[in-house]
């Protein structure tokens, strides 16, 4: 489904069992495994890359595909664009690649529409990740709501998963206490980045709500306990590489999404095409 770099597709993030229709809509619980496909979008050209991709969920409209995507557009960091579909299983993620082989017909629009990114795209990276749901904390979001994104990556020292651990169950504990709405998921990478890379996401219906998110986090950093504390710090001081967070706004028109997801918002999910200006009359 969505890209594929020598016979390799990208993406997932929504699905909860390999042989789901598109009628079952979003994932209700946190997707098992997640493939990411990152793309860096040239200087001036997020416009037209934005108008080319919409081509790639047609593709996947006409065939049928049983799979999902979401386009998040990053609004921090570089200028990129990450697709995301939720898988149930690495066996899933091998029968999307089975359903791109046997038509020919999308196998040729979708070479098509990797040739064409080139001149929108500057680099172009994928990744693959399983759920840590022992590291994740709270309610799974409507996925079909949520229109804006964080995602933090932690870098993790060789031999201290152990650590990282540790550290996230105390921060989730410190939540449950002062913070109960907040929620998480975490995943571990692993492939298409260095080993001891963590990814949480968290998602919001509105930009406003990561006000919320920054006094809740000062509320929960005050009311550690000592424990808690001291599984943090151990973290920070001999476990952590690198910590950065970015965040990305969901893109509709690049996303590949069931029917049932986009009618519990269509004016968002299918808005309608602006009105063509109209030319002034000409004098007589």
Do not use: C
Not at 112 to 138: K, M, N
Not at 155 to 172: I, L, M, Q, S, T
Not at 204 to 221: L, Q, S, V, Y
């Amino acid at each position: 489904m969505r890209k594929t770099m020598t016979s390799l597709t990208l993406l997932a993030l929504m699905m909860t069992t390999a042989g789901s229709a598109l009628a079952q809509g979003m994932p209700t619980s946190q997707p098992k495994f997640l493939q990411i496909y990152r793309e860096q979008v040239k200087m001036g050209r997020a416009g037209d890359h934005a108008k080319w991709e919409a081509g790639w969920p047609a593709a996947f409209e006409k065939n049928k595909s049983p799979y999902s995507y979401i386009a998040l557009v990053s609004v921090t960091g570089p200028n990129e664009v990450l697709y995301v579909s939720p898988l149930a299983s690495q066996a899933a993620f091998g029968d999307t690649l089975a359903r791109e082989d046997a038509d020919p017909a999308l196998r040729a629009e979708l070479d098509r529409l990797s040739r064409g990114d080139a001149e929108f795209v500057s680099e172009s990276t994928s990744l693959q990740a399983l759920a840590r749901p022992d590291l994740s904390y709270g309610n799974f979001p409507d996925l079909a709501m949520m229109r804006f994104w964080e995602i933090s990556t932690y870098r993790v020292k060789p031999g201290h998963e152990d650590a990282f651990a540790a550290a996230a169950k105390a921060w989730a504990a410190a939540t449950a206490r002062i913070a109960k709405d907040t929620s998480w998921r975490t995943y571990e990478v692993v492939a298409g980045a260095p080993g001891g890379t963590y990814l949480i996401f968290s998602s919001h219906p509105n930009f406003g709500a990561f006000d919320k998110t920054a006094t809740d986090g000062e509320a929960t950093f005050k009311g550690l306990t000592f424990e808690e504390r001291t599984a943090l710090d151990a973290y920070f001081r001999d476990a952590a590489l690198s910590t950065v967070t970015n965040r990305y706004r969901l893109d509709a028109g690049q996303s590949f999404v069931p029917a049932e997801t986009k009618q519990k918002d269509p004016a968002f999910w299918m808005p309608k095409p602006a009105a063509a200006a109209k030319a002034p009359a000409k004098k007589p």
